[in-house]
């Protein structure tokens, strides 16, 4: 018979279950959930859902570990030293339907150089899957930048299942909705706005700007990257205006650096990966919305902060269905709110899709099949939301942007 672990698994402390004891290294973990109490407790026959994720920051790591320290190079060593750890299950109501599985080595100690993401891959992401696979998850989230480390899906790996999806599809889907979605609440007509997209270069932004010009359409979408891909940038704006049969929409090029001043825009999605913000309070002043998709973010708290007066600078994430419940403290709304990478695997996990869903870099069929899952599922957009994690009042928002329409 399975045990209930609603209430226990949460006061677990001291690494201690059971009078066994979990090595999880120097640091102590302030839960500590061992695989089985996952795997014993979820749905009959359907396995369970995993949301695979590292540290963005230096300050979560404190979300998990009692004794975090100042960072130095013996800190990070010990964090390298430190394994993927079950960081909360992940419940429907009062049932378990898997877990959410951490990687403490924030992003800007890996990410930069073959030589990080080499070491990340070993001793954290493949770990990382097998405790996954011993807790009985069978679909797999990878969200943040994990996808880096196993090349979004075409790195061979020995531990099947649990299979794996990248999230990029259910991350495009959601981008789009979440930019009408402020165009509505700014009394701004989609089809007549032009939107700019950072970090378009990339695998999700590629995805992103396909998606954008499906169907409902911007009038104008202006692809932004660093001058190093410019040649990328333009050929890719060759690619979506050949695509574009009605050619109805406009796609230009820009290059973004600290002297060359941006565009004119209405509205942003911010679908970059750096580990050092980039955006001054002046640059999203510029603009009467941005989405961020950044990690860990695109501007500082304090340009966030600074601008919340003049424009909306916002979280993208799901509002999931209702009963979903995280367990973990994300800078979200709730613990029914999540990641867009993690609706995407919870909507594929329903599905019973017993192979890996999204790899590589999806086409826009896929990121629309994606989207119906997410709609099939209940995942849809929730309250307006700042990076920094805290709320921001709609009815203000759309007031300001009617002043700003006004005014200008």
Excluded at 350 to 368: K, L, M, T, Y
Aim: glycine share 8%.
């Amino acid at each position: 018979m399975k045990t209930s672990v609603h209430h226990e698994i949460q006061t677990y402390s001291d690494g201690q279950i059971g009078g066994r004891q979990l090595q999880t290294g120097a640091l102590k973990l302030k839960h500590t959930i061992p695989p089985d109490e996952i795997r014993d407790n979820l749905p009959a026959g359907q396995g369970g859902v995993g949301f695979l994720f590292h540290a963005t920051d230096w300050e979560t790591l404190s979300f998990s570990f009692h004794n975090v320290k100042h960072r130095n190079a013996s800190f990070e060593e010990e964090l390298w030293n430190t394994r993927p750890f079950i960081a909360s299950p992940i419940y429907s109501g009062s049932q378990i339907i898997g877990a959410n599985i951490a990687c403490p080595v924030p992003l800007e100690m890996w990410l930069g150089s073959p030589r990080g993401i080499k070491r990340f891959r070993e001793t954290q992401f493949f770990p990382a899957l097998e405790l996954a696979r011993q807790a009985g998850l069978n679909m797999v989230a990878m969200g943040a930048s994990t996808p880096y480390a196993c090349n979004y899906g075409a790195l061979p790996r020995d531990i099947k299942p649990p299979h794996i999806t990248t999230g990029h599809a259910a991350t495009a889907a959601m981008l789009k909705d979440w930019a009408m979605h402020c165009c509505n609440e700014l009394d701004l007509e989609f089809g007549n706005t032009t939107l700019a997209l950072f970090g378009a270069a990339g695998r999700l932004g590629t995805t992103v700007a396909k998606y954008a010009l499906y169907k409902d359409a911007p009038r104008e979408l202006v692809l932004i990257d660093l001058p190093d891909k410019v040649n990328l940038l333009t050929e890719q704006a060759r690619e979506l205006m050949a695509s574009d049969l009605l050619g109805k929409t406009r796609v230009s090029v820009h290059t973004f650096s600290p002297d060359t001043p941006l565009p004119d825009f209405d509205g942003a999605i911010l679908a970059s990966s750096t580990s050092v913000p980039y955006l001054t309070a002046a640059d999203l002043r510029r603009a009467q919305f941005w989405i961020d998709d950044s990690h860990p973010r695109a501007a500082s708290v304090e340009a966030e902060l600074a601008s919340r007066g003049h424009t909306l600078y916002i979280e993208c994430f799901a509002r999931g269905p209702a009963g979903l419940n995280t367990a973990f403290p994300f800078r979200l709304p709730t613990t029914r709110d999540c990641y867009t990478c993690f609706a995407e695997g919870y909507s594929a996990w329903q599905e019973g899709i017993a192979s890996d869903f999204i790899i590589g870099s999806p086409p826009v069929w896929s990121v629309s099949y994606t989207h119906s899952l997410l709609k099939k599922y209940g995942f849809a957009v929730g309250p307006f939301h700042g990076k920094d994690g805290s709320p921001i009042e709609p009815a203000a928002a759309q007031l300001r942007g009617k002043q700003e329409l006004m005014g200008s």
